[in-house]
């Protein structure tokens, strides 16, 4: 068989599998084509998710008609004007966008020149270009993108439904709109708007927060906090949710190197790493983060959509944006997310407590009902304005009471006083009532204790510091497998860092002789037992600095205030201070929230008194 070179109608399909994915892709392209070309305003339209019919108009520079013949050639750009791939300024720059969306698709062009009193058009149909003609054209340029994929069947066979593509080309265009908020978006799809975001005023700063609350919302701007940092070569800003502000997976996240939307596997790891024991496995944090590099520290000509970059140093741009993430959530770090106001989360429970009793057979209904009789005065609406909601039982009470109010507090403890309030009560021997100016904290004891006996050991090995040990009256003996004690055993030097003495006894098993001071009384043997199995399962996955995160969590975990102890109220009280010293006490070890606070105004409103 003899080599040939392929026809140009062929490499550009060939190229078009590559870059043009699907008509979100299609539309990325030429959104950023239209920033480039220096829009104000975008106007995206879609007919069948962007398969039958994707339109993109802009008020830019426009193009004439001998442009306009060579933007549909293959490698034909103005965006290196100087020759140099390592200077790009610019969102574009191969010249493989538009010959590859006209390889499979009817493709359309019509576009007038600032300054012209005239417009052209040009189109081109499966990979034949046709001649430049007149048209029509108030100014900028319109794209128009007709029966995507229909030379290549099995592409468009594969294609999602039309919702689908919608939403993922609402999502792009939002993306781009998160890095360019001077500029207006508009998106309708099937004759509906589906986005419209306004030019932001104000300095870049300004404008970005502005354009971060229309696109994530105001839930997002509470619950987030601002990152900057910055050396000789990079710059890093934006917001991080706090810890308990999270999502099921990694769409929330945001990234941008130098204006250019991507979703690196450097970036999302250093954002993974940053909060590492301060969310919970399976969850993302939510955030907008924007990198400006120097173009010649950074190469985005090293994937075919342009999704992923190399740093010149990626060490430097990992360690600088964790550090960021982790100083950001140290200031806020015990914030914790916002919870909904008391009257929509009452509204959930009585609904759910509805759904309960009508599951209920008719007997069973009437057992609830005697029950709860002489409560049946406490019944209440929480709608306004008249309207009714569906009556409902109080559960029943328990016959036992587990709520300890607090005695009076000493002088030296009111001077104390900080953000969490004053320790006023404990119930069910688990949580904390605490009362501030303008609301009450629910702490769970253990969670927040967790964290904070977590962040000392942390402390004390930076300080490359040997915790407090105490001396076990009689040994501990703990039997183990084979490999979880040679598993162990290998990491006896970090653990005894960490106050806990294990040794080798005999050929299964490890004698404890010593525990960490701050611990107090523990069940040695499950300690031991839960190491040994995680660092088991752990094999070589996880880097050293990771393993010891989580072998301080696990015996954080153990040595904590347990949920069913009671507290006194000084107790109760030296715990809220703790807190308030303490980083990330937002949060336990495992992302969860260690406090709730609900604002008066909120009960006031459950009782209308607003």
Request: hydrophobic content about 40%; proline content about 4%; overall charge negative.
């Amino acid at each position: 068989m003899n080599i040939r070179v392929l026809p140009s109608n062929l490499i550009n399909q060939i190229a078009a599998g590559e870059v043009i994915e699907r008509p979100a892709s299609a539309l990325k392209e030429l959104v950023e084509n239209a920033i480039d070309a220096g829009a104000q305003k975008i106007e995206v339209t879609l007919t069948g998710g962007g398969k039958n019919v994707l339109t993109v108009t802009d008020d830019g520079c426009g193009m004439s008609p001998e442009e306009l013949a060579l933007a549909v050639e293959r490698h034909a750009t103005s965006k290196l004007p100087d020759n140099d791939l390592f200077q790009i300024n610019f969102l574009g720059f191969r010249g493989e966008a538009l010959p590859s969306i006209g390889s499979v698709s009817r493709l359309s062009i019509a576009s007038r020149e600032k300054g012209s009193s005239e417009g052209w058009k040009i189109s081109v149909e499966g990979g034949v270009k046709n001649a430049v003609e007149p048209a029509a054209i108030s100014g900028g340029t319109r794209i128009e993108v007709r029966d995507l994929f229909y030379t290549t069947p099995a592409r468009l066979k594969f294609l999602k439904a039309d919702a689908s593509e919608t939403a993922q080309c609402v999502d792009m265009l939002q993306r781009i709109a998160l890095a360019n908020p001077h500029i207006s978006f508009y998106l309708f799809s099937d004759g509906k708007k589906k986005l419209a975001l306004n030019a932001c005023d104000g300095d870049v700063v300004e404008a970005r927060r502005q354009r971060i609350a229309d696109v994530l919302g105001a839930e997002f701007k509470e619950n987030s906090v601002p990152i900057t940092a910055q050396n000789e070569f990079c710059d890093i800003s934006g917001f991080v949710s706090v810890p308990t502000y999270n999502k099921a997976n990694s769409l929330s996240e945001f990234l941008f190197v130098n204006n250019r939307p991507v979703r690196d596997k450097l970036i999302l790891g250093a954002i993974k790493g940053a909060y590492q024991d301060l969310i919970m496995a399976g969850r993302y944090p939510a955030c907008v983060i924007y990198i400006h590099v120097n173009p010649r520290y950074v190469d985005v000509n090293v994937h075919p959509t342009k999704a992923e970059v190399r740093f010149f140093d990626n060490n430097s741009v990992r360690g600088l944006l964790v550090g960021a993430i982790r100083n950001a959530l140290s200031v806020g770090g015990r914030h914790s997310a916002e919870t909904d106001g008391l009257e929509h989360l009452l509204a959930q429970q009585i609904m759910a407590e509805t759904a309960r009793l009508n599951s209920v057979s008719l007997g069973a209904e009437q057992s609830v009902r005697e029950n709860h009789k002489e409560f049946s005065r406490l019944q209440m609406p929480l709608s306004k304005h008249g309207r009714n909601t569906p009556p409902i039982s109080l559960p029943t009470l328990e016959s036992q009471y587990s709520v300890r109010v607090a005695e009076a507090p000493a002088a030296e403890t009111l001077e104390q006083v900080g953000e969490l309030g004053l320790a006023k009560a404990q119930f069910h021997n688990t949580y904390i009532i605490s009362q501030t100016e303008d609301s009450i904290v629910i702490i769970d004891q253990h969670a927040a204790h967790e964290r904070i006996t977590m962040e000392r050991m942390l402390q004390s090995m930076e300080k490359h510091e040997r915790m407090a040990s105490q001396m076990l009256l009689i040994p501990e003996v703990v039997d183990l497998s084979l490999l979880e004690k040679e598993n162990i055993l290998e990491y006896a030097s970090t653990l005894a860092d960490l106050g806990l003495s294990v040794e080798e006894f005999g050929p299964q098993a490890v004698l404890v002789r010593e525990i960490p001071a701050l611990l107090g009384n523990i069940e040695v043997k499950k300690l031991i037992k839960d190491l040994a199995a995680e660092i088991s399962e752990w094999g070589s996955a996880y880097a050293l600095n990771d393993k010891i995160h989580h072998i301080c969590a696990t015996i954080a975990c153990h040595g904590s205030v347990r949920a069913g102890r009671a507290l006194n109220i000084e107790e109760m009280n030296r715990l809220l201070r703790d807190m308030e010293r303490t980083e990330h006490s937002g949060q336990c070890n495992h992302g969860r929230p260690t406090y709730v606070k609900i604002k008066l105004a909120d009960i006031e409103k459950l009782f209308e008194r607003r």
